[in-house]
């Protein structure tokens, strides 16, 4: 079994700089078989509250389009303030279900059942999605308050949902 990354995800955030979603979804990029450029650029889309109407780095990479539709197909193109962490857990449960395999899509990809229930957990321990909120929450009873704990949240998500018994258990 893997060491846990949650702590990749932290300093992917807090020393390289990466948004929220960007470190979730490229701290995984080896196993989603991304790579770490594109992941970068896919994740960067999502993340900082930009969503899909935000403005986009780069249109060079044909599998950001794919993925800015697989994205909105799951639900979450209303991400335009939730939680850049939960989007990057969502991410890699998209790109999981639908690997990239160097086509572009004609139609939307099938439905991913597991950014629901991504969406779902993360709503039961926070009582929201917003990032605002998650963010600027003074006297929070939520156990999620702060980015941090959000990053570990969902990257703990991410290990036990989409990668289950690749990575040593972890209790937060």
Known sequence: MEKSRIEQ?????????????????????DLLNVPHWQARAIGHCYGCNTGINGVFDSYEDLHFFRYMH??????????????????????C?????NPIC?????????????????ERRFQEETGHLSCEKIRNRPGSTSKIYGCDAALRFCA???????F???????EL
């Not at 449960?93 to 279900?97: F, I, M, R, T, Y």
């Not at 289950?164 to 972890?170: A, I, N, S, W």
């Open 156 to 162: 703990k998500m991410v290990e036990d949902l989409v």
């Open 70 to 91: 697989v994205c909105a197909g799951y639900g979450i193109d209303n991400m335009f303030g939730n939680c850049g962490a939960l989007c990057g857990a969502q991410l």
């Open 102 to 118: 160097g086509e572009v899509p004609h139609q939307m990809m099938k439905p991913c059942a597991l950014t629901k229930e991504m």
């Open 9 to 29: 995800v932290l300093t992917a955030h807090k020393e390289q700089g990466l948004d929220c979603c960007e470190a979730v979804f490229a701290t995984y990029h």
């Open 93 to 97: 449960a998209a790109v999981k279900e």
């Open 164 to 170: 289950p018994g690749v990575f040593e258990p972890v």
